[in-house]
Structures are given as structure tokens and as C-alpha cells.
């Protein structure tokens, strides 16, 4: 017996409509209905992964699904890119970027075939870090203006040291030569450890570097502080001086950004957006960021891919002034 049509046209339409919900993105459905990662492109116990695990932590609190935190260190950020290049556009794998590895890897390392804005979604900022120059004790320096006088007399021949080279401390030092018009000697080292020893033994007359491993040893004696390079004072380091003040401009600051597979739907970004900018307002995670010497920097996800596209281009016409060439 046939079907009437207008009964083949409903049923039709139902098949159809079941298609189209079966055809939904994740996006469309529970996020997360499943485990998720996040990559971070150094090794256990540095700073990115502290804070990754202390977020993952909250994360899976507040989603009922297990966060996991997994270190992909190598390349200053290139391997971790590459694993979420690969991986699908979900919202299932994330990476925790600190500055250096999304905005400046690509243009000082030949082999970072990889463009932030190109190849990843911002998900969420997380938190700043500000930078700390320093100098030795046993130097004559009591601010940063002492260190530009100094430098505009002897042009290319004060010393400025920074732990790595194209780290957000090396290119500070750099962005504050170029705003004053100052030629310093660029010492990178191979990482802050070193970098700290060398300044202490007064191989180094200045550093800089984020403030965490600096205010330790500010406190002890062991470094004098000539300045921090946040926009306002910040607790417990009131009676040090502002860059800005001193050279008029000089804010720079260390961030970690949770990035997303570049086509991860919008309703999984904000959901993303909204788990972390609430797990910055307890008050736990908040101390814990401000023992690694970073401050909660919550933002929505429209405002923090604003933010990486400034903080790109900035850092990218400060390499590009330097003549700092890719290796």
C-alpha cells in the first residue's frame, strides 16, 4: 500500500532534520564530554607548566572531565605547535603559550613554520608576568636613569643581560634602546639560571629578566632592583621604580594564553573563555600565580585575540628594528 505524500514528506523531513542534528559539531553538544589536554611547551616545574597544572586542576573541577597537562618542550615552542597543529579542531587539545613561543618564535627560528594568528584560536589569557631590571651590587647604579645616562656616554658599551635570546627580557632591554636611542651590548644567556650567575659575580652590570626569580634575590641584598616595567605599582614591590616613569613607554610584560586548534568552534572558545576567567577569581589559584611572580590577566576571548595580535606586531617591529636575523 503507498504512503500518502504528505506522510513520505514528513517522514522526509524528520530524516533530514536527524541528519542535521547527527551532522552538529561538538560545539553543538556537552563540552567537554571527554578528556582534554593541554600542551605546554616546557618541562615539569618551570613556570608555564605550574601554572597549566594548577589550571588543569580547576578545569576539571569545574567541567566534571578530566584536564591533563602534557610537556612538550623543544624548539622554544615549535614541537608543542606542531602537536596542536595536528590535532583536531575540538577544543579536546589546547596549548598554554607563554609570549616568547607564540609571538616571537616564529620570526627568530627558521625552523617555527608556524603564524599565531594563522595556525591557533585564543581561548583564554590567563596571567602577566612584568620585567625586573637589575643591577649588581657591586655596581654604581641606583635606578634605570643611572643605566641610560650611562649608556648615551658610552654608546655599545654598557652590557644589558637577558636569559635567552628573543625571550620578552632580551627584546625589553632591546625595545629600551630603541625608544631612547641608547646602543647597548645584548648579552643572552643560555637560560635564567645562568644568567642570574653571571650578574651576581658581577660579570654582568645589569639584567633583566620576569621579576620572580629576581625578587628573592632583590630582598636578600644580593641584586639591586633599578626598575619593573608594569604600567602600576604592584604589591610588595611599591618602592620600586616604573620604567615608564623613568623612560617613558617602557611597559613590557611576560603572558600565558591559552590557544585552541585554529577552526575550534566559537561556543567551545567561550565556554573555554568562561572556565578559566572564573578559576582566576579564586582566590587560591590567584596566590599561587603571585608566588610564580604573575598576576591574573582574565579577558574575553575577542579582547585576548586583540591583545596577542598587539602584542605580535609590537614584538615583531622590535626584532625587526634590532636587525635580529632568524636562525
Given at each position: 500500500?503507498?504512503?500518502?505524500?504528505?506522510?513520505?514528506?514528513?517522514?522526509?523531513?524528520?530524516?533530514?532534520?536527524?541528519?542535521?542534528?547527527?551532522a552538529?559539531?561538538?560545539?553543538?553538544?556537552?563540552?567537554?564530554d571527554?578528556?582534554?589536554?593541554?600542551?605546554?611547551?616546557?618541562?615539569?616545574?618551570?613556570?608555564?607548566?605550574?601554572?597549566?597544572?594548577?589550571?588543569?586542576?580547576?578545569?576539571?573541577?569545574?567541567?566534571?572531565?578530566?584536564?591533563?597537562?602534557?610537556?612538550?618542550?623543544?624548539?622554544n615552542?615549535?614541537?608543542?605547535?606542531?602537536?596542536?597543529k595536528?590535532?583536531?579542531?575540538?577544543?579536546?587539545?589546547?596549548?598554554?603559550?607563554?609570549?616568547?613561543?607564540?609571538?616571537?618564535?616564529?620570526?627568530?627560528?627558521?625552523?617555527?613554520?608556524?603564524?599565531?594568528?594563522?595556525?591557533?584560536?585564543?581561548?583564554?589569557?590567563?596571567?602577566?608576568?612584568?620585567?625586573?631590571?637589575?643591577?649588581?651590587?657591586?655596581?654604581?647604579?641606583?635606578?634605570?636613569?643611572?643605566?641610560?645616562?650611562?649608556?648615551?656616554?658610552?654608546?655599545?658599551?654598557?652590557?644589558?643581560?637577558?636569559?635567552?635570546?628573543?625571550?620578552?627580557?632580551?627584546?625589553?632591554?632591546?625595545?629600551?634602546?630603541?625608544?631612547?636611542?641608547?646602543?647597548?651590548?645584548?648579552?643572552?644567556?643560555?637560560?635564567?639560571?645562568?644568567?642570574?650567575?653571571?650578574?651576581?659575580?658581577?660579570?654582568?652590570?645589569?639584567?633583566?629578566?620576569?621579576?620572580?626569580?629576581?625578587?628573592?634575590?632583590?630582598?636578600?641584598?644580593r641584586?639591586?632592583?633599578?626598575?619593573?616595567?608594569?604600567?602600576?605599582?604592584?604589591?610588595?614591590?611599591?618602592g620600586?621604580?616604573?620604567?615608564?616613569?623613568?623612560?617613558?613607554?617602557l611597559?613590557?610584560?611576560?603572558?600565558?594564553?591559552?590557544?585552541?586548534?585554529?577552526?575550534?568552534?566559537?561556543?567551545?572558545?567561550?565556554?573555554?573563555?568562561?572556565?578559566?576567567?572564573?578559576?582566576?577569581?579564586?582566590?587560591?589559584?590567584?596566590?599561587?600565580?603571585?608566588?610564580?611572580?604573575?598576576?591574573?590577566?582574565?579577558?574575553?576571548?575577542?579582547?585576548?585575540?586583540?591583545?596577542?595580535?598587539?602584542?605580535?606586531?609590537?614584538?615583531?617591529?622590535?626584532?625587526?628594528?634590532?636587525?635580529?636575523?632568524?636562525?
Amino acid at each position: 500500500m503507498k504512503r500518502p505524500l504528505t506522510a513520505i514528506a514528513t517522514i522526509t523531513s524528520i530524516a533530514a532534520f536527524t541528519g542535521m542534528l547527527l551532522a552538529q559539531p561538538a560545539s553543538a553538544q556537552v563540552y567537554p564530554d571527554k578528556m582534554v589536554r593541554i600542551l605546554v611547551p616546557s618541562i615539569a616545574g618551570s613556570a608555564p607548566d605550574i601554572i597549566a597544572r594548577q589550571m588543569a586542576e580547576r578545569l576539571t573541577s569545574a567541567w566534571k572531565q578530566q584536564v591533563i597537562v602534557e610537556n612538550k618542550p623543544g624548539g622554544n615552542g615549535i614541537v608543542a605547535m606542531s602537536a596542536l597543529k595536528q590535532a583536531p579542531a575540538d577544543g579536546y587539545t589546547l596549548v598554554l603559550f607563554h609570549a616568547a613561543a607564540a609571538v616571537t618564535t616564529p620570526v627568530m627560528y627558521k625552523e617555527a613554520k608556524f603564524d599565531i594568528q594563522r595556525d591557533a584560536a585564543v581561548a583564554a589569557t590567563v596571567a602577566y608576568t612584568p620585567m625586573m631590571f637589575v643591577a649588581g651590587p657591586a655596581t654604581s647604579y641606583k635606578d634605570l636613569s643611572d643605566v641610560l645616562k650611562d649608556g648615551k656616554a658610552r654608546p655599545d658599551d654598557v652590557v644589558i643581560g637577558s636569559p635567552t635570546r628573543g625571550s620578552v627580557p632580551h627584546l625589553t632591554a632591546e625595545m629600551m634602546g630603541q625608544s631612547q636611542q641608547i646602543k647597548f651590548r645584548q648579552v643572552s644567556f643560555s637560560g635564567t639560571t645562568q644568567a642570574i650567575q653571571a650578574v651576581v659575580k658581577g660579570d654582568v652590570p645589569v639584567y633583566v629578566d620576569g621579576i620572580a626569580p629576581l625578587v628573592p634575590l632583590v630582598r636578600s641584598g644580593r641584586l639591586r632592583a633599578l626598575a619593573v616595567t608594569s604600567d602600576v605599582p604592584l604589591p610588595g614591590l611599591e618602592g620600586i621604580p616604573l620604567a615608564k616613569d623613568i623612560a617613558p613607554g617602557l611597559v613590557a610584560k611576560g603572558w600565558f594564553t591559552i590557544f585552541a586548534p585554529k577552526g575550534t568552534p566559537v561556543p567551545v572558545l567561550d565556554r573555554i573563555n568562561a572556565a578559566v576567567n572564573q578559576s582566576l577569581t579564586q582566590q587560591p589559584f590567584v596566590d599561587r600565580l603571585k608566588d610564580l611572580g604573575t598576576y591574573p590577566m582574565p579577558m574575553s576571548r575577542v579582547d585576548g585575540a586583540r591583545f596577542v595580535e598587539a602584542e605580535k606586531a609590537r614584538w615583531e617591529k622590535v626584532i625587526a628594528d634590532a636587525g635580529v636575523k632568524p636562525e
